[in-house]
């Protein structure tokens, strides 16, 4: 129950901010989304370490990358990357804002979890444009059945 509330009270302000209609997308307003695509990814707030040691969604290059190298190399050469970026998520909320509900915001969210990519393959999409499909094109990308970090090559700290 309680994170149902934390969930919709950020929700409700992200709607709040949109019912204005101005170009609005402050500091505040990026950084709850920030929050609420750490919840739909992992299920709580954390920093980006925390994510790609959680983050079950990676691509292909990734997945090697942290099999066959250590795990700073790791974490210094991927990137936790939105499949929906987050200006597209807030035009999207903004332009329907008067439609929408805590809920359905939420489920737009749970529907573009972060996935873990390559530096050079987060490089190499469109930054703000397309979809998943578009985005992605070449990228492989998987659901590992483990937490990303118990499958590093080497775990050293």
Same mark, same amino acid.
């Given at each position: 129950m309680y994170l149902e509330a934390v969930i919709r009270r950020r929700c409700e302000f992200l709607l709040a901010v949109a019912a204005d209609k101005s170009d609005s997308r402050d500091q505040a307003v990026t950084f709850m989304m920030r929050v609420l695509s750490n919840?739909?990814?992992?299920g709580k707030d954390a920093g980006s370490e925390t994510i790609k040691r959680l983050n079950r969604r990676i691509s292909r290059k990734a997945f090697d990358r942290l099999q066959n @190298?250590?795990?700073h190399i790791f974490k210094s050469t991927t990137i !936790? @990357?939105?499949p929906k970026p987050l200006k597209q998520m807030w035009d999207w909320i903004v332009i329907n804002s008067e439609v929408l509900t805590a809920e359905l915001v939420w489920q737009e969210f749970v529907k573009h979890p972060m996935i873990t990519v390559t530096k050079e393959e987060d490089r190499e999409m469109p930054r703000s444009d397309g979809d998943i499909t578009t985005r992605y094109k070449g990228i492989e990308v998987l659901t590992l059945d483990a937490d990303p970090y118990s499958y590093s090559a080497n775990? !050293?700290?």
């Open positions: 919840y739909a990814t992992i @190298e250590d795990w !936790n @990357e939105h775990q !050293n700290l």
